[in-house]
């Protein structure tokens, strides 16, 4: 009988490994980016930009993270945004008519969004329609409620202190900065979605969900469950996400952030979680969202007209993505 | 049906089956897949399944791996009448099946494949226990000679066989009955379909009993010691392979040999 006999990889060089891992290349574009806007303007580090950009970070982040794990998993989202808008106003519009204190309103948010992910879930497993149509539709339908129910026009925010303003939107000084505490939120979801995606039994069942789903069924893997708990995960989280920044800004609006679902999922990819599934990184994804805001915020800094402002945007996310599609094809032919 | 070639020689006499088929039909809707099968395997053997297109081999892996109940008839895994709800409670019980078309998530690496759905995990955190899958991959990999560059290998860059190697090791490891392999050298070239074979081959001294499900006669006759002929879901006859020749398998699989009478 013959022997094959398989040519042995030659083990590779510590650096072409690390360069070869999309987490590093992105987080090596991120540091060329930050330097890029320092030099051309040293306002980007002033404490206020820092500031003003550690605010909106989270925010978007937070979404991100789940969105990573839906990713990974082989589904997306686009009813974040629309999410994002309705959670906190449902709960202006119960805490403010006196219906319940804010405590069950925030919860009662909450529920909303775990029943929009419930049902996104629900439909593109049991029903086998795509995740682009469903969450297509329901954001329309969500967006649609948080305009109707709130007949189009911004509600002010809860304004009087208590431990869920507190909680939420909090701000406090660190040296120079002024923080919010969406900041410890955004640092421990990030540490539960890495030790999930990386050193659980759910994170291997995740990745093998987006790579192949029969093989991972096949292992008695319940990929169908997994899958409807990311999308409620990833509810809850864009709706976490709007109640923190309406408090923060006192304010809640119905169309509080329009086309989100794009920036957050051009923060997931430009970061090296494949949107084909199967391969996520939540390194990745906060060197993305950080990208991303230095980015707009860089731009604007250094003076590009504000009309031209997404031509540079979107470039900069096609650079990226090429970027992955070269360290990817390497890797390929390892 | 008599099975003349059954009789068993010495070996097999003593030892009781792993697993016995006893009239076992499937019905889908009006179609009969499988009528009336009825077969005995024992661990250390290697039994063929072999018949034309569409003869119902893949059906009765099923109905063993508890992906299809069968409609009518008993099966039993070490003297014990079993009905599987589903494939995971087959794989539970030490049954695993390797297919045409292999079960492996092609972005993971090796290890992780070997034990997904049932990766061990260690600690209060139940962090995945990484080195301990490692390291008991490579040691598999090593005893059955599955030449794989890595066990931390992502399966997308390895070639077909050593991903067929892969399934059939992970196979190996979670089996403690029966493995059912589906056509597992269809989609190979030569070289690799001999290093699959070799494989195969070891499996018997692992004390497993094994069915394999082939279309190249060739192949049956240097692996199996006994052949089973279905066709359209008739059980034709059971052979021991060292007292038949291709001819009359052919004929049996094509029709030329009728059933011997029951
Ligand atoms: N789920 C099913 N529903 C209805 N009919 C089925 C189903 N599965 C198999 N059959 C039928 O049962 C018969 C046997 O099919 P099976 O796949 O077992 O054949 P096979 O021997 O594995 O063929 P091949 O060599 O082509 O793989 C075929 O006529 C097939 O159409
Ligand atoms: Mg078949």
Known sequence: MTVLIQPFDKPASRWRGLAGSPQIASLVILAIVLVGFSLARPAFLSPLNISNMMAFLPELGIIALGMTLLLTAGEFDLS????FALGPVIVMLLAQNGVVDIGTALAIGLLVCIAIG???GLIVTKIGISSFLVTLSMLMIVRGVALYITQGFPLKSWDQPGVFVTLLADSFELGPWRLYTSLWW???LTALAAYILNFSKLGNWI???GSNRNAAVARGVPADAVKIGLFIVTSVLAGLAGMISAFRISAA????GTGYELEVIAMVVVGGTALTGGRGTILGTIVGAVMLRAIRNGIVLVGVPGLAFNIFV???????????AFIQKRSFRR | MAEPALKPANTQADSSPVLSLRGIQKNFGGVTAIENFSLDLHAGEIVALVGDNGAGKSTLVKIISGVHPPSEGVMELSGEAVRFADASVARERGIEVVYQ?????DQQPVYMNMFLGREPVRGPLRVLDRRGMIEATEKLVRELDVRIPSVRATIRNLSGGQRQGVAIARATHWATKLILLDEPTAALGVAETAKVEELVASLRARNIAVLIISHSLDQVF????RICVLRRGRQIGVRRTNDTDKNEIIGMITGLIESEPA
């Open chain 2, 101 to 105: 078309d292999l079960a492996l998530a």
């Open chain 1, 253 to 256: 609006s119905p169309v509080a």
């Open chain 2, 222 to 225: 240097r692996l199996s010691d």
């Open chain 1, 80 to 83: 974040v945004g629309a999410t």
């Open chain 1, 186 to 188: 955004f640092i421990a």
């Open chain 1, 314 to 324: 979107g470039a900069i996310i096609l650079v990226m993505l090429i970027l992955h």
């Open chain 1, 207 to 209: 990745s093998a969900i």
């Open chain 1, 118 to 120: 419930a049902i996104n």
